[in-house]
C-alpha cells in the first residue's frame, strides 16, 4: 500500500498540519483507524495537561426557576436543574418507564390431569 502526505486541520487550534506518508504507515501497522485529529503543537500541550476549555452555558433551572450554568449546551425538550435540585433528584428513586408500569399478565395455570 502507497502512502502520500496529506494535509490535515486541527479540530483544537484550525491550523493545517501535514500527515506524513511515514505517519500515515506507522498508523496502518498498529491498526488505527482514525486519523490523527490534533498538530504536534495541540499534542504536546494536552500531553502536559494544557487546561480544557469548557463551555459554560447561562440558563434557567426548570424546578426551581433558579439562575444557573451548566457545563453543556441544553437541548430543547430535556428538563435542566441546578445543581442542588440535581443532587435533590439524585437522592430519590427514579420513575419507572411508563410500560413498567402496566401489570404483568399472569401466566395462565396449566390444566390439571384428570385421575383415571
Known amino acids: 500500500m502507497e502512502f502520500t502526505d496529506r494535509v490535515l486541520k486541527c479540530i483544537d487550534c484550525g491550523v493545517e498540519f501535514v ?3 511515514g505517519e500515515q504507515l ?3 501497522d498498529k ?3 482514525n486519523d490523527p485529529k490534533h498538530c504536534k503543537q495541540c499534542k504536546a500541550k494536552r500531553a502536559r495537561g494544557g487546561q480544557r476549555v469548557r ?3 447561562r440558563t434557567t433551572c426548570s424546578q426551581c426557576a433558579a439562575e444557573t450554568t451548566v ?3 441544553p437541548t430543547q ?3 435542566v436543574l441546578c445543581r442542588s435540585c440535581f443532587q435533590q433528584q ?3 428513586p427514579q420513575p419507572a418507564p411508563e410500560s413498567a408500569l402496566e401489570p404483568a399478565a399472569e401466566p395462565e395455570p396449566e390444566p390439571t390431569p384428570e385421575p383415571c
Request: aromatic letters at 24%.
Open 19 to 21: 500527515f506524513t506518508a
Open 26 to 28: 506507522f498508523f496502518h
Open 31 to 33: 491498526q488505527f483507524t
Open 55 to 57: 463551555t459554560e452555558t
Open 71 to 73: 457545563p453543556f449546551k
Open 77 to 79: 425538550g430535556r428538563p
Open 90 to 92: 439524585q437522592g430519590k
